[in-house]
T-cell receptor, first 114, second 113 residues
Framework: DADVTQTPRNRITKTGKRIMLECSQTKGHDRMYWYRQDPGLGLRLIYYSFDVKDINKGEISDGYSVSRQAQAKFSLSLESAIPNQTALYFC?????????????FGDGTRLSIL | AQSVTQLDSQVPVFEEAPVELRCNYSSSVSVYLFWYVQYPNQGLQLLLKYLSGSTLVKGINGFEAEFNKSQTSFHLRKPSVHISDTAEYFCAVSDQSFQKLVFGTGTRLLVSP
């Protein structure tokens, strides 16, 4: 089983719909992240959480919200989806010992908004 | 704030040839540097990281990178590539006090027979 699991893997929806992307991990890591990947732009940080009670905005948080339901679960919501939120979304985790620890990524959710 | 520049969006190379993927960073503080690889339909995997010490860092799959502080570079190299190395490669930087990775825009390595 994957250490970082994202559901769904693919989603097509319409403008204005509310969407939730889920991430769960079995690595026991405290830190979790949501990124979006767009061609030619690399990965950009949306939100991050260093523990269950800690939520922080990243570089591009507008139009998104998150919930850290437990140490192992971190969900990303699009309250009212718009076409320019079409992208590949990644969840990642890292151990809490500091900036030297690498991040571990899920396989991504491909989201298309029509 | 940190930033990362990967000047080459795509690098074509023949199998068994050497390759260098370039990465330059900008930061006013000391940083940690990472290279990640993304195979088709997968998430990113860590190739190698530079934290401190020796400026030549060896990673998985025969890759290595050299940290050059004066040139603010962290180029990735492999002496002989395989078809299976075809993937997208991302350079990333993090300041040493706070673990937010800043990624470059990626370089697609295309290895042909």
């Amino acid at each position: 089983d994957a250490d970082v699991t994202q559901t769904p893997r693919n989603r097509i929806t319409k403008t204005g719909k509310r969407i939730m992307l889920e991430c769960s991990q079995t690595k026991g890591h405290d830190r979790m992240y949501w990124y979006r990947q767009d061609p030619g732009l690399g990965l950009r940080l949306i939100y991050y959480s260093f523990d269950v009670k800690d939520i922080n905005k990243g570089e591009i948080s507008d139009g998104y919200s998150v919930s850290r339901q437990a140490q192992a679960k971190f969900s990303l919501s699009l309250e009212s989806a718009i076409p320019n939120q079409t992208a590949l979304y990644f969840c990642a985790t890292s151990a809490g010992q500091g900036a030297s620890q690498p991040q571990h990524f899920g396989d991504g959710t491909r989201l298309s908004i029509l | 704030a940190q930033s990362v520049t990967q000047l080459d969006s795509q690098v074509p190379v023949f199998e068994e040839a050497p390759v260098e993927l370039r990465c330059n960073y900008s930061s006013s503080v000391s940083v940690y540097l990472f290279w990640y690889v993304q195979y088709p339909n997968q998430g990113l995997q860590l190739l190698l990281k530079y934290l401190s010490g020796s400026t030549l860092v060896k990673g998985i799959n025969g890759f290595e990178a050299e940290f050059n502080k004066s040139q603010t570079s962290f180029h990735l190299r492999k002496p002989s590539v395989h078809i299976s190395d075809t993937a997208e490669y991302f350079c990333a930087v993090s300041d040493q006090s706070f673990q937010k990775l800043v990624f470059g825009t990626g370089t697609r390595l295309l290895v042909s027979p």
